[in-house]
């Protein structure tokens, strides 16, 4: 009898767990939006981009030209980081509220770089370099 009241027990813990998993922050993110170009000649560029408590990037797309970009990230009160796809490319480790993080980006090639925020399966977002 005793052993049965355990096993009872144990399972209702699990349920606890389980639904205590409930919550905004697990939904699936939804694609960003919007264009917006980078600031100031190819050689000194600067963007500022905003990763938002529904684990979005804005814009989503980021306009630059080959050359050196400081991109800066900033955040609501969701931490976000912002890994690019391709490794060459240096990683912005998560910040939130008032912090910022940045990074300085050496395009020698035209081309899309996409990034993602690794917290959050499916926040991406990508930079577009022209010529
Ligand atoms: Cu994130």
Redesign the pocket.
């Known amino acids: 009898m005793k052993r049965i009241s355990t096993a009872l027990l144990l399972g209702g813990l699990a349920l606890v767990a389980v639904a205590g998993c409930g919550g905004e922050s697990h939904s699936s993110?939804k694609p960003a939006g919007g264009t917006a170009a980078a600031s100031g000649a190819a050689a000194a560029q600067t963007f500022t981009v905003h990763?938002n408590d529904r684990?979005q990037f804005q814009p989503g797309t980021i306009e630059a030209k080959v050359g050196t970009l400081t991109l800066t990230l900033q955040?609501g009160g969701?931490?976000?980081?912002l890994t690019f796809k391709d490794k060459a490319l240096p990683t912005i480790g998560?910040v939130s509220g008032a912090a910022t993080r940045s990074a300085r980006l050496v395009f020698d090639k035209a081309g899309t770089y996409v990034f993602e925020?690794?917290?959050?399966p499916g926040?991406e977002g990508k930079i577009v370099v022209t010529p």
């Open positions: 993110p990763g684990d955040n969701v931490p976000h980081n998560a925020c690794t917290i959050h926040m």
